[in-house]
C-alpha cells in the first residue's frame, strides 16, 4: 500500500517531465561563439531552419559570456550558464554542471565562452548527423542535422581567416556554413548578439548588437543586411549625441558617415543637410533638401519645427529661404 501511495505522489512529477520534454523545440542549426581579442567584446550568432531562432538558442550577458544551445534546445542553459560562469566557473566547468543535472543532455549541444576566451562544448550522442562541434583560440563552431560533415571545418576556416570587427566575422562563419549546404532542411531564421568587454548595468549599453531574422527565404542575407543598417543608425546615434551638445562638425561627420553605408535613406541625408545649415552652409545643403522635400513635404514641416526644439539654429529669414526651395 505504502508502495502504491508513493508511486502515486510521482505521478505529477512523472507527467510535468514527460510535458517538458515534449515541449522542447527542436532547434537543430549551427551556431558559432566567438571573442573578439582586440577589442574584448563576445559574440554568437546562429542559423536554423526554425521560426525564431534568435529566441531561443543565442544568450550573452557584458563582462561575462555567451552561450549557444541548440539540437533539442533546452533554454535554461543560456541564463543557467552565464549565471554559472558569472559565479567564477569555466565554461568547461559551467557545462558539466548543467549535463550533470539533465536527463536529455544526449539530445543537446551547448556552447559556452566567456570574457576570457575559453570555451566548452558538448554534443550529445543522439543529435541528428551530421552533428559535431570545433573550437579554436576565442570561439568554438557547432552544427547538427547537417547535409555534409563538413560545415563545422568550414565555419572555423572562415572566422580564423576573416578580418575586420566581430560581426563581420561571425557573419562570414555563417555564410560558410551555408556554402556547404548547411542544414539539411535550409534556411529560415537568423540571429545575432554581441555584448561588451565589461559591464555597466545597463542592457542598452552593453548589448553592441542584437537583431534577429525571425522568418525569411534567406535569413543570412537579410542578417547581413541589417548589420549595416544598424551600423549607419550607430552613427546616426552619435550624431545625435554630437547634436545635443552643439557639436555641429562632429554630428555633420557621424551623420555623413551614416549616409555612406545607408545612402537611400532620406532621414539620414535629411539630418546631415540639417547640421549643414547649422554649419551656415547653405549652397551644400540647398539640393539635399530640394530632393528630400519634393519627394514627401513633410520633411519640410518637419524642418520648421526644429527651430524651436533648437535643433536647427537658423534666423527667421534664413529659414524662410529654405521653406522657399
Known amino acids: 500500500m505504502k508502495q502504491l501511495l508513493f508511486f502515486i505522489m510521482l505521478i505529477p512529477f512523472f507527467v510535468q517531465s514527460q510535458i517538458y520534454k515534449k515541449s522542447e523545440p527542436f532547434t537543430h542549426t549551427y551556431s558559432i561563439v566567438a571573442l573578439d581579442e582586440e577589442t574584448g567584446e563576445m559574440g554568437v550568432a546562429v542559423q536554423s531552419h526554425w521560426f525564431s531562432v534568435g529566441s531561443l538558442v543565442i544568450y550573452g550577458e557584458a563582462g561575462v559570456g555567451v552561450v549557444a544551445t541548440q539540437s533539442l534546445v533546452n533554454p535554461s542553459y543560456g541564463p543557467k550558464g552565464l549565471a554559472l560562469m558569472k559565479q567564477g566557473l569555466s565554461p568547461q566547468q559551467a557545462l558539466e554542471s548543467l549535463l550533470m543535472n539533465d536527463e536529455g543532455q544526449a539530445y543537446r549541444q551547448v556552447a559556452m565562452l566567456n570574457k576570457d576566451g575559453l570555451t566548452a562544448t558538448h554534443t550529445g550522442k543522439l543529435c541528428i548527423d551530421e552533428a559535431g562541434h570545433k573550437r579554436g583560440k576565442n570561439y568554438s563552431v557547432q552544427a547538427n542535422m547537417m547535409l555534409k560533415n563538413t560545415v563545422c571545418d568550414a565555419m572555423a576556416r572562415a572566422f580564423e581567416n576573416t578580418s575586420g570587427s566581430l560581426a563581420h566575422r561571425l557573419m562570414a562563419a555563417l555564410?560558410?556554413?551555408?556554402?556547404?549546404?548547411?542544414?539539411?532542411?535550409?534556411?529560415?531564421?537568423?540571429?545575432?548578439?554581441?555584448?561588451?568587454?565589461?559591464?555597466?548595468?545597463?542592457?542598452?549599453?552593453?548589448?553592441?548588437?542584437?537583431?534577429?531574422?525571425?522568418?525569411?527565404?534567406?535569413?543570412?542575407?537579410?542578417?547581413?543586411?541589417?548589420?549595416?543598417?544598424?551600423?549607419?543608425y550607430d552613427f546616426m546615434n552619435k550624431g545625435d549625441l554630437a547634436m545635443e551638445a552643439g557639436n555641429s562638425q562632429e554630428a555633420e561627420t557621424m551623420y555623413l558617415n551614416a549616409q555612406n553605408l545607408f545612402p537611400e535613406n532620406i532621414e539620414m541625408q535629411f539630418w546631415y543637410a540639417i547640421n549643414l545649415l547649422n554649419n551656415k552652409d547653405f549652397d551644400k545643403a540647398e539640393p539635399i533638401l530640394k530632393s528630400i522635400f519634393e519627394k514627401d513635404n513633410n520633411w519640410k514641416t518637419l524642418t520648421s519645427r526644429l527651430v524651436k526644439s533648437k535643433l536647427l539654429l537658423i534666423s527667421s529669414e534664413d529659414l524662410k529661404k529654405v521653406l522657399d526651395i
Do not use: C, F, M
Not at 179 to 199: C, M, W
Open 175 to 232: 555564410k560558410a556554413a551555408e556554402r556547404e549546404q548547411g542544414d539539411i532542411r535550409g534556411q529560415q531564421s537568423a540571429a545575432i548578439l554581441i555584448v561588451n568587454p565589461t559591464s555597466t548595468g545597463y542592457s542598452w549599453k552593453d548589448i553592441k548588437i542584437e537583431l534577429r531574422v525571425e522568418d525569411s527565404e534567406n535569413p543570412i542575407d537579410e542578417l547581413e543586411r541589417l548589420i549595416k543598417v544598424h551600423e549607419a
